[in-house]
């Protein structure tokens, strides 16, 4: 018999039996596998969270312990293994059913390394060419390796530019980072990390410590082992106060009574819409998921508004807000961003030129960091652009206008 019809014949004989065996292998194992389709197997969740793994079970069937949670598991639950086999100290994002009793009982846990994430001003950084050494990014000290991957192609990574960090705890305490990449400026200063301590004054994310005062924001129940993102304003000695904290815990219908409410404005956080308003004499959250509606006017203090959201303990959160009147008219939302080029003289109310655009600031507009409001500072905000072309600011952050590192002189 002909040498290369048999190998031709075995060949097709193994990619049949290949097939077979594909077909036999049950759905759900490949899917545990390669992190492929829903995985909720038809039901819905309750819960959904992201925390700490502090124990994996050490057989089939026992508890899981993430974020300080215990999470049962059974037959349907698919375990997706992002990077190696689960172990203490990782991170997971959890799908979750609440059974008559009030226990979790996991649809889908996605286990993956407990990366932390910081976006920040670059305020030092090492003389090493090819950026090893330490870093100083929204206050926090980075240790770049050797294995550190940097990217500028964004933006470089330079003193008084802004990085985009991803660094893992190690040792405890201090932060090594895997990636690190330029980016434009933001209006603050983010990190994403597992909640280590809290209290009403100070919180501790992934050994980062963030200042709370009066004006914070806090949305969800924090609890040690969780995963926390807070939005901070980085201070003058370079710590940061934190104006939002959202705990990466949802849990939706828990709680929820509908509330509509109408009046005025009395009040606006510091800088930006999100945070606490105060209408009508009640405290009102607005997140990044709150639809605000400023074609009848700005959303200022004094303007006439409408609120439809829901009710959580005491607070009343906004889904939708709507402004019926205001003292300044409304027109199409804008943000804008850019270096200061002029600035109105013997004061700050007037027109500003940003990057190019004329900004017109009032009496109303909110102004974060105006000691730093410098020519050639960088500055961000929101407000309306009107018929007539002009843009009227809602709100400016100005960021300190940072000296440029000092050169080294060449050897003669």
Known sequence: MNPKRVSLAVARLLVVLVMVVVALVPAASVLADTGGGDGNDGRRPD???TGVVSQVPAAAGQPWIIG???????GRTRIVLSRGPAAAGQWADVDAVRQSGGALLAIRIVVKPPEVRIK?????KPANPDGIGDWTIAGQKVAATADTRFNTRQAPLEVGGWAEVIALEEPAGSLEALRMAGIRPLPEVEVVGAIQAFSATAWTLSS???????DTLVLGAPQVGLIAHA???????GSLLALRLRVLWNEPGSGRDPVELAGAIEALPRVGLIGAWQVAGRQVMVTAATAINQEKG????????KVVGWQIGGRLM??????LSSPLPGGQHARFAGRIEALPTGGLIGVWTIAGQSVQVTDRTRIGGAQNAKVGAWATGEGILQAGGTLVAAWIQVRP???APPTQEKEK
């Open 298 to 305: 700005l959303a200022v203090v004094g303007a006439q508004v």
């Open 231 to 237: 939005a901070a304003e980085q201070q003058e000695d």
């Open 47 to 49: 819960v959904k969270f």
């Open 401 to 403: 206008l940072r000296p």
């Open 120 to 124: 920040g001003p670059i305020s030092a």
């Open 318 to 323: 906004a889904a939708r807000i709507v402004v």
């Open 68 to 74: 300080g949670q215990t999470v049962a598991v059974d």
């Open 208 to 214: 980062i410590p963030l200042a709370l005062d009066d």
